[in-house]
């Protein structure tokens, strides 16, 4: 199952109101996903449960594949290093 779960890389724009006070921000999120839609709604359910964002509230800019040497994040490295159970 592993050769077939890819690392995705989604950046975007996201609607935050800390205070009232609207803003969209960028954001930058590596996941690991079998193909882009899955990666797609991974961020959608990241977004929503670590800002409480709606799925109108947040605008994909664009979704690449990238190598798992190539993120960011630590976790994803390591979780793209799993071999098995």
């Given at each position: 199952?592993?050769?077939?779960?890819?690392?995705?890389?989604?950046?975007?724009?996201?609607?935050?109101?800390?205070?009232?006070?609207?803003?969209?921000?960028?954001?930058?999120?590596?996941?690991?996903?079998?193909?882009?839609?899955?990666?797609?709604?991974?961020?959608y359910?990241l977004?929503?449960?670590?800002?409480?964002?709606?799925?109108e509230?947040?605008?994909?800019?664009?979704?690449?594949?990238?190598?798992?040497?190539?993120?960011?994040?630590?976790?994803?490295?390591?979780?793209?290093?799993?071999?098995?159970?």
């Amino acid at each position: 199952m592993n050769d077939r779960v890819r690392t995705f890389r989604v950046q975007g724009i996201a609607l935050f109101s800390p205070d009232r006070t609207r803003f969209w921000q960028r954001f930058s999120i590596e996941v690991r996903a079998v193909d882009r839609e899955d990666a797609l709604e991974k961020v959608y359910s990241l977004m929503g449960s670590r800002h409480k964002l709606r799925r109108e509230h947040l605008k994909i800019l664009e979704v690449v594949e990238i190598r798992p040497e190539e993120a960011r994040s630590r976790h994803v490295r390591e979780l793209a290093r799993l071999e098995g159970w």
